[in-house]
């Protein structure tokens, strides 16, 4: 059964400090997802990585994939405090698993100045 | 364009009652999936539906089902509600089928609260 795991859960961060998200899953996985979500609202999407060595970076965060250890990272770069949020990551199994996500359980971030 | 669209956005239901929640995906989009998202579980996958077929299933009750209409539009129904199905529930939609890597978008959730 595919697990994925994040860490921290939790993450309080200064403005203008760097940090790291990671993600872990159980087996292997040909697609993942990090998600944005603020309180009370959807899932904005931020990256889709698809193969391993993937880098993607938007703004202030990067995302990359490492599909032999089984790992993704999102980086923080001089956090500000737009980025609170919850981050998820995703991961889909293959193709026949389509629109199935299994998703790791969050990492709560406040940023403070 | 227009993103995913959920309806209705917020209800309350009795323990007892059945509920159709509604989604119509982005325009072009035939994958339409399902999610439950509550405190204590994360989020769940439910099912997901590709042209008018299920595809897959998630881990829940035979309470809880859908389907796929021939425009993509999809609904979700569960029957006989209870407490522990006050949730977000969220649904998505890609382009072709999730499997291909594309982008997948949510809508803004139903919250459901079962009094």
């Known amino acids: 059964e595919l697990k994925v795991e994040q860490n921290p859960l939790f993450l309080s961060m200064q403005e203008g400090k760097n940090y790291t998200i990671y993600c872990n899953y159980s087996t292997t996985s040909d697609r993942l997802y990090w998600y944005r979500q603020d309180p009370g609202k959807s899932l904005e999407s931020l990256f889709v990585?698809?193969?391993?060595?993937a880098v993607k970076q938007e703004g202030r965060l990067m995302a990359s994939l490492d599909t032999k250890a089984r790992l993704s990272t999102l980086h923080i770069t001089a956090a500000v405090h737009d980025l609170s949020a919850t981050y998820f990551c995703?991961?889909?199994?293959?193709?026949?698993?389509?629109?199935?996500?299994?998703f790791g359980q969050g990492t709560e971030l406040s940023v403070k100045p | 364009k227009a993103g995913v669209t959920q309806t209705p956005r917020y209800l309350i239901k009795t323990r007892g009652q059945q509920v159709t929640l509604s989604c119509s995906p982005i325009s072009g989009h035939r994958s339409v999936s399902w999610y439950q998202q509550t405190p204590g579980q994360g989020l769940q996958f439910l099912f997901e539906?590709?042209?008018?077929?299920?595809?897959n299933k998630g881990n829940f009750p035979g309470r809880f089902s859908g389907r796929q209409f021939s425009n993509s539009r999809s609904e979700m129904n569960v029957s006989t509600l209870e407490l522990g199905d006050s949730a977000l529930y969220l649904c998505?939609?890609?382009?072709?089928?999730?499997?291909?890597?594309?982008?997948?978008?949510f809508g803004e959730g139903s919250w459901l609260t079962v009094v």
């Open positions: 990585l698809l193969s391993n060595g």
């Open positions: 539906y590709f042209s008018e077929t299920q595809r």
């Open positions: 998505a939609s890609s382009l072709v089928t999730a499997g291909a890597g594309n982008t997948i978008y």
């Open positions: 995703a991961v889909g199994r293959n193709y026949n698993q389509g629109g199935k996500l299994i």
